[in-house]
């Protein structure tokens, strides 16, 4: 018999991320669409990282309430107000044009980078966001981080989703295999992450924005 497995079962993805590109911010980014929980199933990307957010600012409201933490301290006297950058979704991780060394001039690959977490009256710097699922994760837990690049064929226009499940076959002599595995599909086009810079508010709007100003 040939050594090929005719069908497998497979779990609902574990983890799930859409590689798309954004042309109005020039950058491509990994939406996680579905990241693991310690259960051992997957949670949607983006309810995770709205109750991720919110429980970082209850816990600088109650700082602040506490006196453990001081808002930052400011008095607008014009009628607009500047926003250096609004944020995007917590579950969207931007991968940013890098040159290749020894390469083509032109030559560039895919680098992840981070959003910084923009909190309400938070006094300190705004800390990275880190993605949550292994697929984006490479390189981040270790002692000293590590650079992850994607090669830029990899992003068609289509853009590319790729997620991980877990899959089981019954192979020709009665055994059965379980592994974790990691599939990889086209995408359904370009995204729209609405990340702006340089933008201008009238006072009475600048605490319905967010962002950085």
Not at 90 to 106: K, Q, S, V, Y
Not at 192 to 203: K, R, T, Y
Request: charge should be neutral.
């Amino acid at each position: 018999m040939l050594p090929v497995t005719p069908a497998i079962q497979e779990s609902n993805p574990l983890e799930e991320i859409h590689l798309v590109r954004d042309e109005m911010a020039n950058m491509v980014w990994g939406i996680e669409r579905i990241i693991p929980l310690g259960t051992g199933i997957g949670k949607t990307g983006g309810e995770a990282a709205i109750e991720l957010k919110n429980r970082y600012q209850k816990i600088l409201d109650n700082a602040i309430a506490g006196g453990t933490a001081t808002p930052p301290q400011s008095e607008y006297k014009a009628s607009i107000w500047y926003q250096v950058m609004n944020s995007v979704p917590e579950n969207w991780i931007p991968f940013i044009p890098a040159h290749i060394e020894g390469g083509d001039a032109r030559a560039v690959r895919l680098q992840r980078a981070a959003m910084p977490r923009i909190l309400s009256n938070d006094p300190e710097k705004p800390e990275k966001v880190r993605p949550r699922t292994t697929l984006l994760r490479e390189g981040l837990d270790v002692d000293e981080c590590i650079p992850y690049f994607i090669n830029e064929e990899e992003v068609p226009r289509a853009g590319a989703i790729v997620y991980q499940s877990y899959q089981r076959t019954r192979w020709y002599n009665g055994r059965i295999f379980t592994w974790l595995g990691v599939r990889k599909q086209t995408g359904r086009g370009e995204g729209a992450s609405g990340l702006a810079f340089d933008q201008a508010f009238p006072v009475k709007t600048q605490k319905t924005n967010g962002g950085i100003g």
